[in-house]
């Protein structure tokens, strides 16, 4: 079982950055790929980045550009640098990890979500 525990969240204005942290606890090693994903009100949640052991990562179009996902293997941290924020980025920000393979990254196991809201 992998524990995640996100922190970072609050309130920033139109411009602005933030920057989410997770850290994981309990059997990590089994940990591949860590990731971020949202949910904004009333609409799906979907991916904004991931990154594998190895480097690989990914990224929303919607954020290419403005959000960097780093990790740090020894520690089983990841963090979102979120720059130039839009108030379209409000949501709730869930931590992630979990497989990787060819057909793409598949999340086993969550955090508890930290908002994120941003004014215009």
């Known amino acids: 079982q992998v524990q995640l525990v996100e922190s970072g969240g609050g309130l920033v204005q139109a411009g602005g950055s933030l920057r989410l942290s997770c850290a994981a606890s309990?059997?990590?090693?089994?940990?591949?790929?860590m990731g971020w994903y949202r949910q904004a009100p009333g609409k799906q949640r979907e991916l904004v980045a991931y990154r594998t052991a190895g480097g690989t990562t990914n990224y929303a179009d919607s954020v290419k550009g403005r959000f960097t996902i780093s990790r740090d293997n020894t520690k089983s941290t990841v963090a979102l640098q979120m720059n130039s924020l839009h108030p379209e980025d409000t949501a709730v920000y869930y931590c992630?990890?979990?497989?990787?393979?060819?057909?793409?990254?598949?999340?086993?196991?969550w955090g508890q979500g930290t908002q994120v809201t941003v004014s215009s």
């Open positions: 992630n990890a979990g497989n990787y393979n060819s057909a793409g990254y598949f999340p086993r196991y």
């Open positions: 309990g059997s990590i090693f089994s940990i591949a790929t």
